[in-house]
């Protein structure tokens, strides 16, 4: 697949239509039917901790202004150079909060038209590094690391106050309306991945911008903002929706949660390996222990309905013990049901969506007593997406009570996987995953709502 970077073509700002022509040996694509339309505008990018870079310029654009989320001017800059050069602009002054994304774009102008860039989020301050290691010693409790050493949070009345509130990426973890959908906003991050010599993870952190110093065994790694569903997937008209007030449904294969899903529109799709281990990974870093119950079980039953949790005041809390529950606005992590994850087939893991299916396509892995034993170590089979992370020892301990403190079932062949929790077993929890034939169906068996950015 060719790539070609459309900002160097300089073309004129504003939509333009561009028509590909195929040519081969015996092969020629005459209708030029291949068309893509490409929004030319300024875009912005960041060159250090104080200075925001202005690319794609146009020479017959004299003047680029800089604007924040509530569209105040910050700065006007003259141009008077040629297409293509590009401005830098000191951004000290600009009241930009400290340790925080900052959201800014930029409105070119050539004296008769306006062409506005894409928001661009300019982290403002020092890369604060969240980790915890740990993660394959058999105790449950993890080792903070980096600044989340020190950092803790407390349960009152049930509901959770933690340290992490104010701190990336947590205190951007929010509840917004999308396309009709109530969606947790979840921002780009970076991350640091450590593993011992046998490819068993044992350390992880996060920051806003690239870790650039690693640690033998260690890699760096990158995610995309995303949108997870704040509520339990429910059905309207054949489509999977997240909203409150509503039943959640059951009783659906994985490709009628898949199709109804995708009904949303673009970028929609049911939850997958790669989101939900990055989410299970942050709470990892947040609450420091591999035993979810002793933090939140989750509701050890299912049926309820969604919006349960909308009393809460906090992002994170519960309705009792064992009861309905929500971490950063995310209702039913745990429990309530099992939810159907994609992007897994067996023993083949993608993160490709346009890979998601019922057969088993992606990278093949094994792993040591991955099937009806408690979790005890996570892999990344897949050394181009360290976060997509999978089975790989099992441990043979019926009391659920170490390493990952978990049951996994995860079978070669045509099976999808499940996670969660649908009763007070302790051998299912944040971190449980199990098997069923792909068209397979039960009355306990949902799935959830993703949108990509």
Not at 162 to 168: E, N, P, W
Not at 200 to 209: F, H, Q, S, W
Not at 417 to 434: D, E, H, T
Request: aromatic share 12%.
């Amino acid at each position: 697949m060719a790539t070609i970077d459309l900002t160097q073509l300089l073309l004129p700002y504003g939509n333009r239509t561009i028509k590909v022509k195929a040519t081969g040996t015996g092969y020629d694509d005459s209708d030029w039917s291949n068309t893509v339309t490409y929004a030319c505008l300024p875009v912005l990018k960041k060159k250090d901790a104080s200075t925001l870079t202005i690319t794609n310029t146009r020479a017959a654009c004299t003047t680029y202004t800089l604007y924040d989320k509530n569209n105040t001017v910050l700065d006007t800059v003259s141009f008077s150079g040629s297409d293509g050069d590009t401005i830098d602009v000191d951004v000290t002054n600009f009241g930009f909060t400290q340790d925080a994304y900052n959201d800014i774009y930029c409105i070119a102008s050539d004296g008769n038209d306006t062409f506005t860039s894409a928001t661009f989020k300019f982290w403002y301050g020092s890369n604060i590094i969240l980790g915890v290691s740990g993660l394959y010693n058999s105790t449950t409790a993890l080792t903070r690391t980096d600044a989340a050493v020190g950092k803790t949070w407390t349960m009152t009345s049930n509901e959770i106050t933690s340290d992490f509130d104010t701190l990336f990426p947590f205190n951007e973890m929010v509840k917004e309306t999308v396309d009709g959908n109530a969606m947790v906003y979840v921002p780009e991050m970076y991350w640091r991945l450590g593993y011992d010599s046998n490819g068993r993870l044992t350390d992880i952190a996060v920051a806003p911008e690239e870790i650039t110093t690693l640690g033998s065994g260690q890699v760096s790694a990158h995610s995309d903002a995303f949108y997870y569903g704040a509520y339990g997937g429910s059905w309207s008209s054949d489509t999977l929706k997240s909203a409150s007030g509503v039943a959640r449904q059951y009783s659906k294969t994985r490709a009628q949660f898949r199709t109804a899903a995708q009904a949303n529109g673009t970028g929609y799709q049911i939850i997958d390996v790669l989101h939900t281990r990055i989410l299970e990974m942050l709470w990892l870093i947040e609450f420091a222990d591999k035993q979810s119950e002793n933090i939140m079980w989750g509701y050890t039953n299912y049926g309820g309905n969604c919006g349960a949790t909308d009393t809460l005041t906090a992002p994170s809390g519960q309705l009792a013990n064992q009861g309905r529950m929500r971490w950063r606005y995310i209702e039913d992590f745990i429990g309530n049901g099992y939810e159907i994850i994609d992007g897994i087939t067996g023993s083949y893991v993608t993160a490709d969506p346009s890979q998601y299916g019922d057969t088993q396509v992606g990278t093949s892995y094994t792993g040591t007593s991955i099937n009806g034993y408690e979790l005890a170590a996570l892999q990344s089979p897949d050394a181009n997406n360290p976060l997509l992370l999978v089975p790989k020892e099992g441990a043979n301990n019926g009391s659920y009570n170490t390493y990952f403190c978990d049951y996994v079932n995860n079978p070669a062949g045509n099976y999808m996987i499940f996670r969660g929790r649908r009763n007070s077993s302790v051998s299912y929890g944040l971190f449980a995953w199990g098997a069923y034939d792909v068209s397979y169906s039960d009355g306990y068996i949902g799935s959830r709502l993703l949108k990509l950015l």
